[in-house]
T-cell receptor, first 115, second 113 residues
Framework: NAGVTQTPKFRVLKTGQSMTLLCAQD?????MYWYRQDPGMGLRLIHYSVGEGTTAKGEVPDGYNVSRLKKQNFLLGLESAAPSQTSVYFCASKPGQYFSNYGYTFGSGTRLTVV | EDQVTQSPEALRLQEGESSSLNCSYTVSGLRGLFWYRQDPGKGPEFLFTLYSAGEEKEKERLKATLTKKESFLHITAPKPEDSATYLCAVQTYYGGSQGNLIFGKGTKLSVKP
């Protein structure tokens, strides 16, 4: 099925460990996004990319890094995980800057717990 | 500063009891307003896009409307399967956001049989 695929779906990390979340889309979308969603806070933008090889900071970028080496993949890295990074992470994509009658296509999320 | 506010935060309805969810926005140059539905443990799923004041869109028991300052999501005779969190987002023409969506915090709807 076409769409946005996130791996893994669940992960438990110890404080200080590192990990990479993978987002893959097969719709040839230019723009890709990483959000975190916390109770009462809504969706907050971490980083985004407007095309292969580009990345930009969002609202809450500290403690995260990203890479977009291939158009279809957008990776989110945590170099040294902290309990404050416990959250549900969503990846999203869209075709271009403005043209999108449906906004974003979202993945199903990664639930990360840092202990 | 661009802002999106949704109300109420939570809404409990009896099956068949119609109501409305509100999304008010303060943005410079609205390009579009989007409604999403999010079920527990899943990503947001697209419902509607509205572009100009006066526009309306319908899908089954849902109808979305738009004015210059706010949007409403009307739910007519809801069923338990309509229970979900409903998210509103806006896209603007201006600023350095590259056309990114600005999300509200959502309204959690519960419909009891």
């Amino acid at each position: 099925n076409a769409g946005v695929t996130q791996t893994p779906k669940f992960r438990v990390l110890k404080t200080g460990q590192s990990m990479t979340l993978l987002c893959a889309q097969d719709m040839n979308h230019e723009y890709m996004y990483w959000y975190r969603q916390d109770p009462g806070m809504g969706l907050r933008l971490i980083h985004y990319s407007v095309g292969e090889g580009t990345t930009a900071k969002g609202e809450v970028p500290d403690g995260y890094n990203v890479s977009r080496l291939k158009k279809q993949n957008f990776l989110l890295g945590l170099e040294s995980a902290a309990p404050s990074q416990t959250s549900v992470y969503f990846c999203a994509s869209k075709p271009g800057q403005y043209f999108s009658n449906y906004g974003y296509t979202f993945g199903s999320g990664t639930r990360l717990t840092v202990v | 500063e661009d802002q999106v506010t949704q109300s109420p935060e939570a809404l409990r309805l009896q099956e068949g009891e119609s109501s409305s969810l509100n999304c008010s926005y303060t943005v410079s140059g609205l390009r579009g307003l989007f409604w999403y539905r999010q079920d527990p443990g899943k990503g947001p799923e697209f419902l509607f896009t509205l572009y100009s004041a006066g526009e309306e869109k319908e899908k089954e028991r849902l109808k979305a409307t738009l004015t210059k300052k706010e949007s409403f999501l009307h739910i007519t005779a809801p069923k338990p399967e309509d229970s979900a969190t409903y998210l509103c987002a806006v896209q603007t023409y201006y600023g350095g956001s590259q056309g990114n969506l600005i999300f509200g915090k959502g309204t959690k709807l519960s419909v009891k049989p």
